[in-house]
């Protein structure tokens, strides 16, 4: 497990050099092996730069995740190709680009269920899927299916805003047989989408999402809920908030989503609102950065070096220095708040937005990640003398996320080809130290 936190070798955690006196402490001749676990809908994106009258057309409202039928997808990728909009062509899904950046980042090991194609001609989407998955995700447990992975149409509109249409294939055909128990008892995570519990019936992928949920939560495995769309949510928002409340315990999410949950715009009051249903909340905000909002214990809260910052909630990242905590292993549980502008103001060009919630999620993942590592192979360690949920502070993860989020900014996939680098050398190193 590489290490999160600031990006100076230094402050990476020694795990090789172990002090001697705590290795009495542990016993362990070898450090134990972390993971995360996600389920997904097996998806490629099909990317194609449209005008906005071919999403009229095709019934696709602007910004949402909309399935498809087949005579549909015949009809818009014929178009598509015909008229050589078509730039690229990735392994996507949100979970799918999840648990790859978290592996990319974490330099280890993830699992994911889905389904994929029994038989797989080179060339065709299942063969790219693999292909374009990094090596440590291990994809030994995804069930054989007859038939095609999914498709996902990703039309980007002239003002960049991205419109999905899904061509499902037997991305949904998941069934809870396929999750297997002992793995998801023993993740640092269960990770999930809400575009889950979309499925049309006869479909099992709910069903087994459900089935992974109930494994992790008598394992008090934490599950990590990625809301994928505005439009999802506002079909009942109350339904979602029930969801949340008994199931979720870390809960990622845009200010636009946010605020088809919560009914708040903006999206610090958004996330407190959400805090009132699990524990830990991600949302991001594209051009004006992000924001998490968590719990801590009061006699362990750190109070920031930063400027206080103005919001609907003033000087609300007073404390952002604390760790995040459940609020059940709180006694007297304080809420926390930070925000982060984005990476250096953002990349120069913004080649695709596509993903950078997803790869700021992955950073959150593998900071909570490494703190299962660091608790389950130094357990003596005064960190953990409280129950924290992460290994760094709101403020550093804000950090992170930001990070990762600006490195897929800056490249086209939604999924990173490579780690971060191990210092800043192009930029100054105030942005670590302040
Ligand atoms: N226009 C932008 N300028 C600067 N930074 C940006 C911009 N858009 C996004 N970011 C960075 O990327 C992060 C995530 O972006 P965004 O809020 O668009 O995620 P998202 O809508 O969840 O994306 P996706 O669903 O495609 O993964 C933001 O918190 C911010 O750090
Ligand atoms: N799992 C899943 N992912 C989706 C869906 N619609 C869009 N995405 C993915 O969302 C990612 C960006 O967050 C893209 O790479 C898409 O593949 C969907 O219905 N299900």
Redesign the pocket.
Known sequence: MKFPGQRKSKHYFPVKTRDPLLEQLTQQAQPRATYISGI??????IEAKVHDELLARYGLPKGN?T?IDDVAAHALYQELKGNELISDE?????????VHNYSILADDRSVLFGVMSKHIEVGSYAYRYLCHTSSKVDLNYLQPVDGPI?R?F?LISDCGE?T?A?S?GA?DKLTPEFIKREVVEGSAALVL?A??M?ASDGDGITDAAMRAINYAKAADVPVVL?L??RFLIQEDPQWWQNFIREHVTILAMNEDEGEALTGHADPLLASEAALEWCDLVLTTAGPIGLYMAGYTEESDKRETSHTLLPGAIPEFNRYEFSRPMRKRDCQEAIKVYAHISPYMGGPEQIRNT?????GALAALLHDLAANSFHKTNVPGSSKHRNEGLCYSSFSQICKYANRVAYEVLAQHS??LSRGLPEREDSLEESYWER
């Open positions: 997904d809908q097996t998806l490629v994106d995740s399935l990735f392994a996507g899904g949100t979970i799918g680009n999840t999914g996902c990703t991205r999905f899904i499902k991305m989408t575009y889950l979309r990625t994928g769309t596509n993903g950078a919630g997803d939604p999924r």
